[in-house]
């Protein structure tokens, strides 16, 4: 086998065994449905769409800053229990009941986030589950 080959060989043997990780901690609220808080692949973490609920599953149906805030603690507990933190976020996703809570979503991201700004996208979506006005999911970098 010639050198070149191996190289590649081990390289595709590599790829074959990355597992996709599970991320579940007991800092934001369990999953209500068949899915992960996150899933960790290829050195990124994909963190579920979380809502205002605490971490003993207390739904928090406050002010918009309120629910922004506790699915704001959410996003961060899954990131850390899967290694990374806002400075490795590079997506967000905002799902928002009504447009005209944007100002006052932004003033918290910016708040919590501090410097961090990772790329986002607001998406109006009308009514969500059980009264929720915002849904949060991110995707991150993580050496895990």
């Not at 901690?25 to 979380?50: C, D, E, I, K, W």
Request: with cysteine.
């Amino acid at each position: 086998m010639s050198a070149r080959s191996y190289i590649l060989r081990a390289f595709y043997g590599m790829l074959s065994g990355m597992e996709i990780k599970r991320i579940n901690t007991p800092n934001a609220p369990q999953p209500a449905g068949h899915y992960s808080q996150a899933t960790v692949h290829n050195g990124l973490v994909f963190v579920a769409g979380q809502l205002a609920i605490d971490p003993s599953g207390e739904k928090k149906l406050g002010s918009i800053e309120e629910q922004t805030e506790q699915a704001l603690k959410n996003v961060h507990a899954i990131l850390k229990a899967a290694g990374s933190d806002w400075d490795r976020v590079l997506k967000m996703n905002v799902s928002l009941a009504d447009i005209n809570l944007w100002d006052a979503v932004n003033r918290v991201f910016a708040r919590v986030l501090g410097e961090s700004r990772p790329a986002r996208a607001i998406i109006p979506c009308g009514p969500l589950h059980h009264g929720f006005l915002i849904e949060i999911e991110a995707i991150a970098a993580t050496d895990l």
